[in-house]
């Protein structure tokens, strides 16, 4: 579930930051300063977010697999006789 937020978390802070700089460009003339600041503060905020989620990834990935050894790979506990 973590993963599948990855997208809205890299996209929701642009949108937000730039629709609060564009609604303050237009009250106080300055377009498109405040809306430009705003989308690359919210892409650094979503970047950061991003590598968080990365960093907090189990290595193995967590699939049904994880932690299965690898297909052709010798029995664990040793041949048996």
Request: avoid cysteine; proline fraction near 12%; charge should be positive.
């Amino acid at each position: 579930m973590r993963l599948a937020q990855v997208g809205t978390m890299l996209v929701a802070p642009m949108l937000g930051l730039g629709g609060i700089g564009y609604l303050l460009d237009g009250r106080w003339g300055t377009k498109p300063w405040i809306m430009v600041a705003g989308l690359l503060l919210g892409m650094a905020g979503g970047f950061v977010n991003f590598v968080q989620i990365v960093i907090s990834i189990p290595k193995d990935g967590g699939g049904p697999r994880a932690g299965a050894p690898p297909p052709g790979a010798p029995p664990q506990d040793g041949p048996r006789r």
